[in-house]
């Protein structure tokens, strides 16, 4: 009776259903494009970014060009551009001029670097100046003795590390590596090679500690690209994740998730004792004092034994270069006398120059790292000791009085205590 009274009624309810569903519908498909249009943008902002970090074909071209011209020699030459067995595999790149990658040379595994941009001061923040193909390898010039390119390498060491007593036995070491192809005699192109390579603090510092076990070895160099053996995992701690991926995880949960993915305690704790070791060798080393300036876990690496090593050291400087580039720099604050991360000085209000003295020393800055590294998971027994042990380094100083005396230390006290734990394990 009441459907013939309103014989319209039953009509307009699909009606209705459907106006609903055709907006739900619409409301739909425009999310699924929103999503798509900020998802295709992402990916491009990200391969524009990949392409410009990652330009392993251009710094081999225009190494290359030079060997092939004659200009340049070293070890890898060779394979790099004639027989292509040294060639580029998944880029590490974290800024464009200065190009890494995990590499194969004749079915070695390595990591390959290469310098795109001159580096021959240190970046304060500002632009370095772009690659000048007239200026690059441009010393020493045909008809330089090797006495004499013996008395520039012996300049420049002596403005970048101070006056040392033994200079002239890193000079000759430097020639020993310079001799690429081991014939007793540095050629004009090996010579090139390793006069920009010079430059590199990196490359200097691996040469002065070749013989330390965490510092990766030199497998070999073409002009200003060098190549370092591989570390099996090249950071402390963390997992790798597709950078895709890695674009929707907040950096606070991913700090978080890191902590996850670390090796067993006993076996942190031998990455830590390898950690502190490299802050001793480097720490008034046989060729001064060499600064940490950034002491971040990516790069820090360690072997399939768990044995520390360097994966990234070209902000590991020598302390007389710092201090000599950075006392004149005007600053406004204390923000404004930093090198790399960690490197800090402070501003003197009142000359608006920066001091020259570092305020906090490697190990304090080391032992920043580990804390949660070591905390994280620390047998009981030794958490609260091991805490407190940390807290003091980390509380070090360089203006301190007898600075070098609690450094020694706090530093023996540290591997003490560890090693305490983990020597009668298997990771020890």
């Known amino acids: 009776m009441a459907r013939s009274l309103c014989p319209g009624a039953w009509l307009r309810k699909p009606y209705y259903l459907q106006a609903r569903f055709s907006y739900v519908r619409m409301k739909y498909l425009f999310f ?3 999503a798509v249009f900020v998802g295709s943008w992402i990916v491009y902002v990200q391969y524009s970014t990949y392409t410009e970090l990652c330009r392993g074909k251009d710094c081999k071209k225009i190494i290359c060009d030079k060997y092939k011209n004659g200009v340049i020699d070293g070890p890898a030459c060779n394979s790099l551009c004639v027989t292509e067995t040294l060639y580029f595999g998944k880029c590490l790149s974290t800024k464009p001029n200065n190009q890494m990658y995990l590499g194969i040379w004749d079915n ?6 290469c310098q795109m941009e001159q580096a021959l001061h240190l970046d304060f923040g500002t632009e370095l100046e772009p690659r000048k193909e007239v200026v690059l390898f441009d010393k020493p010039t045909r008809g ?19 006056d040392q007593g033994n200079l002239s036995e890193l000079v000759n070491l430097i020639l020993t590596v310079a001799d690429g192809d081991k014939d007793g005699q540095v050629s004009l192109g090996e010579a090139k090679s390793a006069w920009a390579l010079l430059q590199l603090n990196e490359f200097l510092l691996m040469v002065i500690l070749q013989d330390k076990e965490h510092t990766p070895k030199l497998m070999g160099f073409c002009g200003d690209l060098y190549v370092m053996e591989s570390v099996e995992y090249t950071s402390l701690y963390g997992i790798s994740l597709p950078w895709v991926i890695e674009l929707f995880i907040p950096s606070g949960f991913r700090r978080s998730m890191d902590q996850l993915f670390t090796p067993s305690w006993p076996r942190k704790a031998k990455i830590a004792i390898g950690l502190l070791e490299f802050v001793e060798d480097v720490f008034h080393g046989p060729y001064g004092n060499f600064l940490m300036c950034d002491t971040s876990a990516k790069n820090l690496g360690y072997n399939d034994k768990y044995d520390l090593k360097m994966v990234d050291m070209r902000k590991i400087v020598p302390e007389t270069n710092l201090k000599e580039l950075i006392k004149d720099r005007h600053c406004e604050s204390d923000l404004d006398c930093v090198y790399g991360t ?22 304090a800055k080391a032992c920043q790292l580990l804390k949660d590294y070591l905390l994280r998971g620390a047998p009981s027994e030794i958490r609260e000791e091991l805490e407190k042990q940390l807290y003091s380094c980390i509380a070090l100083k360089v203006t301190a009085n007898q600075m070098e005396m609690e450094h020694s230390l706090i530093l023996n006290n540290l591997k003490t205590l560890l090693w305490k734990k983990i020597s009668y394990t298997n990771d020890s």
Do not use: H
């Open 108 to 113: 070695l595994p390595g990591v390959v670097k």
């Open 144 to 162: 330089t003795t090797v006495q004499k390119f013996k008395e520039m390498v012996y300049s420049l060491f002596k403005a970048k590390l101070g």
């Open 32 to 34: 699924s494009w929103l």
């Open 342 to 363: 960690d490197c800090r000085t402070s501003c003197d209000q009142s000359t608006m120059k920066c001091t020259s003295e570092v305020i906090q020393p490697n190990l």
